[in-house]
């Protein structure tokens, strides 16, 4: 992979110092057909099926009796029918996705990583491409897991705050594009959290892939539970008491300053 932006030590990203050479943050330059993942998957017989495995085992440096309670899992865990409808086969941007993440955790990161493709309207290809990795521990920031860090370094770098249509002649634009609009589309090697869901929408992105689920993350040995916090938002507020959540609506006369003047001044051009 060709970085399109020149490389330079010691750059800032939100505020984070970082070497480009060891973390590409830059988008990288594509020029061919997108195939977005449309063959559903089929299963005839859920009792016989086997789902494609590449067969990964890393050694495991734990104690032979740790190392035997946490063997490798070899297909995804879907429990109930929340995915049925939207199992499709992976194409080359999802495997990137899955084996960066695979990279992250080999470099002490977390499990998890995203890739943003940029696609032309008109002629459906790729002009380029972002991968980015969870940098929550590396970074100590709870909000920097993959989505929101590719949808930062996306933004970022175009100038827009609209993914879902790149307008070539949005004077804002900092990166070149041959046709008239562009949008992109988010591939994740894990479903996403809540956060990242809600930040990937607003971000106008339509598509999402995934591949790991919200079990497979909460398994055995890996322990990232996304459905707490799931369950929490679902609640009203005053049941989220038991979730450990105190949150409280509150009345003041100034609530709705920053509203009036935002609607008043004809502010509103998103």
């Known amino acids: 992979m060709t970085n399109i932006v020149a490389t330079k030590k010691n750059l800032q ?8 050479e060891v973390h590409p943050l830059t988008a990288f330059a594509a020029d061919e057909p997108y195939e977005r993942p449309t063959e559903n998957l089929v299963i005839e017989n859920p009792f016989t099926y086997l789902q494609p495995w590449s067969g990964y085992v ?14 490798a899992q070899t297909s995804n865990i879907k429990p109930s029918l929340k995915y049925a409808g939207v199992e499709v086969i ?12 695979l990279a992250s955790v080999q470099s002490g990161g977390g499990p998890f990583s995203t890739v943003i493709v940029q696609i032309d309207d008109e002629t459906n290809r790729v002009i380029r491409y972002w991968v980015s990795w969870n940098r929550v521990t590396e970074w100590a920031d709870p909000t920097a897991h993959g989505e929101v860090t590719a949808i930062r370094q996306a933004c ?3 100038g827009v705050i609209d993914l879902g249509k790149i307008r070539k002649d ?3 634009l900092k990166l070149e594009q041959q046709g ?3 949008h992109c589309e988010l ?6 959290c809540p956060m990242c869901y809600a930040a990937t929408r607003w971000a106008r992105i339509d598509h999402i892939f995934f591949a790991a689920t919200v079990y497979d993350a909460a398994n055995q040995g890996v322990g990232f539970s996304d459905e707490p916090i799931y369950a929490e938002i679902s609640l009203n507020y005053v049941d989220r008491k038991k979730m450990g ?25 998103y």
């Open 13 to 20: 990203f939100f505020g984070v110092q970082y070497d480009p």
């Open 58 to 71: 890393n050694e495991s440096p734990l104690p032979e009796k740790d190392a035997i309670r946490v063997p």
């Open 90 to 101: 992976g194409n080359k941007w999802m495997k990137l996705a899955c084996s960066e993440a």
């Open 156 to 158: 970022q770098e175009l």
């Open 170 to 172: 949005d004077p804002n």
């Open 180 to 182: 008239a609009t562009s």
């Open 187 to 192: 591939y994740t090697s894990a479903e996403p």
């Open 245 to 269: 959540s105190f949150c409280y609506q509150c009345t003041v006369d100034n609530s709705l300053d920053a509203f009036n003047h935002y609607k008043r001044s004809g502010a509103n051009k």
